[in-house]
């Protein structure tokens, strides 16, 4: 009887021979390739790497987007030892030189030309000390840098640098929705570890599920799909960036059945097929994370006949909850899910000790943890475990993410929760989108501001709003005061809303 793989070197190891068909989409047209295949490439582009000086544990940065060359290049890395450090492919100068700074690649991976993106000419405004000896370029080099082609015309890898486990082979940096982005460490354990704790295949028979692969090149989403692929077998369907109606085309024609995408994402899905009576049902498993998924949105997508979850984890640790499609609508909606595999969750007061039946702030570890920033102090408990910022209840194994702590608005002596606000003004059926955040007041402390995206067609005012609380049967200190009307919301590259770019706003009405 044969034995799977054991370890993310082993599975790496067995890629050459795996059939798994995988199809990546993009204005230009469709690269339908196998696992096999790409695995095969990343043999000759690990060669490639060695020759440009790369050696295990050395930092190579990549900004592309969802390409081949993308997971080719994982792979190559995977083999060599070397360390991966993706950039989002919708950062400018700015991100990416952080990230270099931070990183000091051996090589340094990108694109000519995406959609309206520049790279050659932003690799222009970044300070030359910033850049490695050697640039490549998917789509041709120049005399200044190397052309990806020459990776791939090296002589095959033959045996893969050895290289411990525990050792960090991947540094994510976060979106920094809150200030400078952090490079969140992962070693090939705990990479392993995400990709076991959790079967992300709907059906027994994998040979009838198809992955739609949505998420941005750069962060975590996008790097776990080639290690799912991989492992579960799945047919994958990747887009090169984000197009929401094109992923409502491909999920009616080719009957996807499985997908993880962040609320902004599903919203995207959900108003295109509304709109245009498309058929999403076949979406028997979608998760949503990343960002704080509403009990109202769950409900609308069951309306559509998808089976969408709540999920919960983070850079940091990818994921530690996740919603059964088995339970009934109403667990579905109101909670984050159950705890996976060999993780761990407690909730803490905020002296830091443990508490039960009471909302607290969410600490987690578990093997799929990552192993500490790169340019933050240690942030770990001593005994091991890592404070979230969020807050949370716990049913037995069933978590409810009710707020992150900096989204308690604090009026009258009173905590509010942004998010609970949040939920009901996205109920309104004028609302398409809402972000509330807490404003300065000098006889409160803080009063709540709801900004907030229209459907259409449509129109709101404060005492609208006010209106709607009170149908709603919400405590009066809890509606919105101020009301902002917007065209949208700033956000990250991987979606996230940007809330300290809506208090800047604020303050300068």
């Not at 984890?313 to 109403?330: K, Q, V, Y």
């Not at 001593?382 to 910022?389: L, N, V, Y």
């Not at 003004?425 to 803080?446: F, K, M, N, Q």
């Amino acid at each position: 009887m044969s034995v799977g793989p054991r370890s993310l070197t082993e599975l790496v190891a067995s890629a050459d021979r795996t059939t798994t068909v995988v199809e990546f989409v993009s204005s230009d047209g469709r690269l339908v390739t196998t696992t096999g295949e790409l695995a095969d490439r990343s043999r000759r582009v690990a060669s490639g790497l060695l020759a440009l000086g790369v050696e295990a544990g050395d930092r190579i940065t990549v900004q592309i987007s969802n390409r081949a060359e993308a997971v080719v290049l994982q792979l190559a890395a995977l083999r060599v030892g070397a360390v991966l450090t993706p950039v989002v492919p919708v950062f400018g100068p700015r991100e990416l030189s952080l990230v270099l700074d931070d990183a000091k690649p051996r090589v340094l991976v990108t694109e000519r030309r995406w959609n309206k993106f520049d790279y050659l000419a932003q690799l222009g405004e970044i300070d030359p000390n910033l850049l490695p000896e050697h640039v490549v370029v998917v789509g041709g080099g120049s005399d200044d840098h190397v052309d990806w082609a020459q990776l791939e015309q090296a002589e095959p890898l033959e045996h893969a640098v050895e290289v411990d486990e525990a050792a960090p082979c991947l540094v994510i940096f976060t979106s920094g929705s809150s200030g400078a982005p952090k490079g969140v460490q992962h070693s090939r354990a705990t990479l392993w570890a995400e990709v076991v704790d959790f079967d992300y295949r709907p059906h027994a028979d994998s040979s009838r599920d198809v992955y739609l692969q949505g998420s941005a090149a750069g962060h975590i989403g996008g790097y776990m799909f080639t290690l799912r692929a991989l492992h579960y077998d799945m047919r994958t369907i990747v887009l090169d960036g984000w197009d929401a109606a094109a992923a409502c085309r491909i999920v009616g024609d080719e009957k996807v059945t499985a997908m993880v995408a962040t609320p902004f994402h599903v919203v995207q899905m959900l108003e295109i097929a509304e709109q245009q009576s498309l058929d999403l049902s076949s979406l028997d498993m979608m998760m949503a994370g990343g960002a704080p998924v509403s009990a109202a949105l769950v409900r609308r997508a069951d309306r559509l006949g998808v089976g969408l979850v709540r999920a919960y984890g983070m850079s940091e640790h990818p994921t530690f909850a996740i919603g059964r499609w088995s339970d009934p609508l109403d667990v579905r909606a109101e909670h984050d899910g159950y705890i996976t595999g060999a993780n761990e969750v407690r909730l803490v007061d905020d002296d830091g000790k443990p508490v039960a039946g009471v909302p607290g702030e969410i600490q987690v570890r578990g093997p799929e943890q990552f192993l500490g920033y790169t340019n933050a102090p240690d942030v770990f408990t001593d005994d091991g475990w890592f404070a979230t910022g969020d807050i949370g209840v716990l049913d037995g194994d069933l978590l409810t993410v009710v707020d992150r702590k900096k989204n308690i608005i604090i009026r009258g002596g009173e905590n509010l929760s942004a998010t609970e606000i949040e939920n009901v003004v996205a109920t309104h059926p004028s609302v398409l989108e809402v972000a509330v955040i807490g404003v300065p007041d000098d006889r409160y402390g803080e009063r709540a501001c709801a900004f907030v995206v229209l459907h259409p067609g449509t129109s709101i005012d404060l005492e609208g709003v006010r209106q709607h609380f009170v149908d709603s049967g919400v405590a009066k200190q809890k509606t919105p005061e101020f009301l902002e009307i917007v065209d949208d919301l700033p956000r990250s590259g991987t979606g996230k809303i940007r809330k300290h770019e809506l208090f800047r706003l604020r303050a300068g009405l």
